[in-house]
């Protein structure tokens, strides 16, 4: 396959995993559409001659049109990268649920929206490839991360169902489970933990612990260019693994997860975050 002829739409290009598969992608000579909420934050990669594009994935109007102009330029994407997220802290008896539902909608219908949007144009031409960005805490759901860990375990089973389902139009679809690395995303999740004065939290005892939740995937994280560049290694073969896991405990995590019995890995969790304490 001759990556100078591809094309490749990235959400979430602002920062971090983003940036960094734009950058790489860019550099090994694909078509590049670097897309964010806030298309002044690519203003670098224009320069670079980076197609760069303004995309609010939860806004259907948006992502429609964003569609129709890149389908009308290269006939269909070779690679759609379902990048954009956030993270949504708290204990989950806690988080307000507007933000739980803004979790999902960012996270997992979102992801929906934009294949629904770009996947005809692949199913019309037999090829393509789907890349979902998952994470290896949608496999082992920790406390005070649940409303992420959730919608992520969401992204893998969809990535699951559009695997099979779009295997007869030639697509393949690639979840990509990446463990702690370096971005933006890891940390400012702190900054989205509720905190409502007028109502204290019942986990106030242990706050620290829950702001070192918040942290966690940023400790001695992979970095995130070296992220990228093995991730579109893989991306790039003829026949990439359905499932990618890269980066600091990408495989420790799920080793946890199916071999050891529930209630142990309970218990890990529950010390870990400090939560024996409160009882």
Do not use: W
């Amino acid at each position: 396959m001759e990556s100078a002829r591809k094309t490749v739409l990235i959400t979430g290009c602002s920062t971090g995993i983003g940036r960094a598969l734009a950058l790489e992608c860019h550099k090994r000579g694909l078509h590049v559409f670097a897309t964010a909420r806030n298309a002044d934050t690519l203003a670098d990669f224009a320069a670079m001659g980076m197609t760069t594009l303004k995309l609010d994935v939860n806004d259907p109007e948006n992502v429609a049109s964003a569609a129709r102009r890149i389908n009308e330029e290269t006939g269909g994407l070779d690679m759609l990268v379902n990048n954009a997220g956030f993270i949504a802290m708290g204990p989950l008896v806690e988080i307000p649920l507007s933000r739980l539902r803004l979790q999902f909608e960012t996270n997992v219908v979102a992801v929906i929206a934009m294949i629904q949007a770009f996947a005809p144009a692949m199913m019309t031409n037999k090829k393509g490839c789907i890349v979902n960005i998952g994470s290896v805490s949608g496999i082992l759901p920790s406390p005070f991360a649940g409303a992420y860990c959730a919608s992520k375990t969401a992204v893998h089973s969809l990535s699951d169902a559009l695997r099979a389902e779009l295997s007869p139009f030639n697509i393949r679809v690639v979840t990509v489970q990446p463990g702690g690395i370096t971005s933006e995303l890891g940390n400012t999740a702190h900054k989205g933990i509720p905190r409502d004065e007028a109502k204290p939290s019942f986990y106030s005892a242990i706050a620290e612990a829950i702001e070192e939740r918040a942290l966690a995937s940023q400790m001695n994280a992979t970095p995130v260019a070296e992220f990228a560049e093995k991730l579109m290694s893989g991306l790039l073969n003829d026949n990439p693994a359905p499932v990618i896991r890269l980066g600091k405990q990408s495989f420790l995590l799920p080793f946890i997860r199916y071999a050891l019995p529930t209630r142990l890995r309970d218990r890990i969790l529950i010390r870990k975050f400090k939560l024996d304490t409160m009882a």
